[in-house]
């Protein structure tokens, strides 16, 4: 498969659970994004990783946990949520980090219940 | 931080008729600006980008005008067309090292 996926596309967890997000890029970007998408809000980023390090944390939770294997692989462990942090979460890459394109997944629609 | 205000929030236009979404940015030191369009269900897809040494950008229908000292870009579409429905966001890199995005856009074309 090309371009960036992401799995699972829907995920509906209780508010005591814990579940992880995968992002996979086959672009041989080094680069590699998340963003939460909220109903009338502006895609926010929350993580970014260049070279497998963590570059970016703007001041998210410690509920969710990033963690990047290497240059191709993005996840994102949630646990004990709350139902606000439902939303589609959007993993993208990009070459490299700074202002270049970035190419996002389909995302992942959680719902918090 | 840096700001970036995007507007109007709806747009509806006849098909055949241009589309002007406008955006405003804070950071002064920002040098790269993408918009995005993200089809209902789908994923944001670039559609145009423009760097701050380039005052317009064109491809077929779309275009990107950047007024550097005003601190604002531009997205038109020019002969809409239907599939040209979405939600569009503008966005902007600078100075403080990632990607701000606007609000969105919800452009409605109807035949």
């Known amino acids: 498969e090309t371009g960036v996926t992401q799995t699972p596309r829907h995920l509906v967890m209780g508010m005591t659970n814990k579940k992880s997000l995968k992002c996979e890029q086959h672009?041989?970007?080094?680069?590699m994004y998340w963003y939460k998408q909220s109903a009338k809000k502006p895609l926010e980023l929350m993580f970014v990783?260049?070279?497998?390090?963590?570059?970016e944390n703007n001041s998210v939770p410690s509920r969710f946990s990033p963690e990047c294997p290497n240059s191709s692989h993005l996840f994102l462990h949630l646990h004990t949520l709350q139902p606000e942090d439902s939303a589609l979460y959007l993993c993208?890459?990009?070459?490299?980090?700074?202002?270049?394109?970035?190419?996002f997944g389909p995302g992942t629609r959680l719902t918090v219940l | 931080g840096e700001n970036v205000e995007q507007h109007p929030s709806t747009l509806s236009v006849q098909e055949g008729d241009s589309a002007v979404i406008k955006c405003t940015y804070s950071d002064s030191a920002s040098n790269y600006f993408p918009w995005y369009k993200q089809e209902l269900g789908k994923r944001p897809q670039l559609i145009i980008d423009?760097?701050?040494?380039?005052g317009e950008k064109k491809d077929q229908r779309i275009a990107v005008t950047l007024n550097k000292t005003a601190k604002h870009f531009s997205l038109h579409i020019t002969e809409t067309q239907p599939e040209d429905s979405a939600v569009y966001f503008c966005a902007a890199f600078g100075g403080y090292n990632k990607l701000i995005f606007g609000a969105g856009t919800r452009l409605a074309v109807h035949p």
């Open positions: 672009l041989g970007h080094n680069a």
């Open positions: 993208a890459s990009s070459q490299v980090e700074g202002g270049d394109t970035q190419y």
């Open positions: 423009i760097r701050s040494n380039v």
């Open positions: 990783y260049n070279f497998k390090e963590q570059t």
